[in-house]
């Protein structure tokens, strides 16, 4: 027998509605104000290896951003996110929202590395750059961990601690976005957002190492 949808009350569905369309909101932002200044570079006569690589890059890196972002919010256990999605819709936004960011950030990268090796003949490593860099690659660990852990046959608290590299992973973007983000470091408003966006990340942050904190407390004294 087929299980019948449960009804939401108005207030959850203009909760939900209100949620997703922030969440929609946010990467389309970066997307026009990407758009709007890289049309005049489309129109004009740039090398292919900036229409190719290093401009699509750039919003890349921008919604890759944003999705990672939106990996710690639906897994902060917020009463208004809970309150609004069951527990399960949670998880698949996860797991799928992870998946797309993760390809984003990757495609990011390596496009980025594509041009400068096109355009310098080299790879170039200053701080950003490796920052950049670090992060990607713990990300990969993270992604690869948390698809994988059956087969790699770690355990639940195993793979746990090791998919927590994303905690790491999310300032040293930030920190790489905002010293070479050439969208981020010329639109006043989108900077302020991605500030935004990291003080939700501290605020999650703070509520997990308390949280850790206070279980450990409570092991100890069991």
Do not use: C
Not at 13 to 26: C, D, E, K, N, S
Not at 160 to 185: C, D, E, K, Q, W
């Amino acid at each position: 027998m087929s299980q019948k949808p449960t009804k939401r009350s108005p207030a959850t569905r203009a909760l939900r509605l209100f949620i997703l369309t922030i969440a929609v909101g946010l990467p389309l932002y970066s997307i026009g104000v990407w758009m709007y200044q890289v049309a005049p570079i489309y129109r004009g006569t740039a090398p292919v290896v900036v229409t190719v690589l290093y401009l699509p890059a750039r919003i890349l890196g921008l919604v890759g951003f944003v999705l990672m972002f939106y990996q710690f919010v639906l897994s902060a256990r917020f009463s208004f996110m809970e309150s609004a999605f069951t527990r399960m819709e949670l998880v698949r936004k996860h797991k799928t929202i992870g998946k797309i960011g993760f390809l984003a950030i990757l495609l990011h990268g390596t496009a980025m590395l594509a041009y400068d090796l096109f355009t310098a003949g080299e790879i170039w490593l200053d701080l950003p750059k490796t920052m950049g860099l670090v992060a990607l690659v713990l990300l990969s660990v993270a992604v690869a961990v948390a698809i994988y852990w059956k087969p790699l046959g770690l355990s639940n608290k195993q793979w746990m601690r090791i998919h927590r590299l994303a905690y790491l992973v999310f300032p040293l973007a930030f920190y790489h976005g905002i010293t070479l983000g050439s969208t981020l470091n010329t639109s006043r408003p989108l900077l302020g957002l991605f500030y935004g966006m990291t003080a939700i990340y501290l605020v999650i942050l703070v509520r997990r190492v308390r949280k850790a904190v206070s279980e450990s407390r409570r092991g100890r004294k069991t």
